[in-house]
């Protein structure tokens, strides 16, 4: 497990187009059954062998769009066009249920960039997030058994300007302890959603937070140019939390 790396150079590389979807008859034949998931670039997590030694009768079929955000859900000229993406994995998929991983982007680095750039309130860009993001997951629930995944703590430590993430968010003046503050709002008031609309959400903050107000140290990825989780600590998270619910 230890030399296990999320890879994203194929998801970078090629058109952001929906993965086949796994057919009835398929599965039926494997005896599996399929999840969806839907999220950023924290999604690829559900890659892990630790969910296939877990789970082994379910196919994570993982569709990973690179910078989403909540708040550009409904934004028809989005960078990433995650939605329409989403859409058609949807559209496609055999799965019953749909796990949905997003926020990072938006609590981490979007609202407070546009805050800054364009003089926006934090409080009212993070309504707009909240908002486009509880739709989408209205509308998947229309259909499908839906799972909310609470989105990761900051990991980019104040002043750390190495990698590319760190260096795209470098324009950000807000500490990782407000960063922080701000992502455990969002995860309330989702949570707070999820529960009043019958959808399931895993809460991962009194696992993920630390001392100081900020992620836990064991939750750091060893790459310091990584501002994902540890992998395996985010898969045992991940793992405790999902029991019983996939």
């Given amino acids: 497990m ?19 979807a796994y057919t009835e008859q398929k599965l039926d034949e494997a005896k599996m059954q399929e999840i969806l998931i839907l999220g950023d670039s924290h999604s690829p997590i559900f890659n892990h ?16 769009v690179i910078g989403a955000t909540a708040s550009g859900l409904e934004n028809p000229n989005s960078t990433t066009q995650a939605y329409p993406v989403f859409r058609e994995a949807v559209r496609q998929t055999a799965a019953k249920q749909i796990i949905v991983m997003l926020g990072e982007v938006d609590t981490g680095f979007v609202i407070w960039y546009r805050a800054q750039k364009y003089q926006e309130s934090v409080a009212a ?27 990761p703590l900051p ?76 992998p395996e600590q985010y898969s045992r998270l991940l793992l405790e939390g999902l029991t019983g619910v996939v």
């Fill in 49 to 64: 062998p630790l969910f296939k030694e877990k789970f082994p009768n379910l196919v994570f079929n993982v569709l990973t």
């Fill in 2 to 20: 230890a030399g296990w790396h999320q890879d994203f150079s194929a998801v970078r590389t090629k058109p952001r187009t929906a993965r086949p």
């Fill in 125 to 151: 860009l993070m309504d707009k997030a909240i908002s486009s993001y509880s739709r989408f997951l209205s509308e998947l629930n229309r259909n499908f058994e839906v799972v909310c995944i609470s989105t």
């Fill in 155 to 230: 990991t980019i430590q104040d002043g750390n300007d190495w990698g590319d993430i760190a260096n795209a968010r470098r324009e950000v003046t807000a500490s990782q302890v407000e960063r922080t503050v701000l992502t455990l709002e969002f995860n309330r008031i989702m949570q707070e959603f999820c529960l009043q609309n019958d959808i399931r959400y895993i809460m991962l903050d009194d696992l993920s937070l630390g001392d100081g107000g900020i992620v836990k140290a064991g939750l750091l990825n060893s790459d310091c140019n990584d501002h994902h989780y540890n």
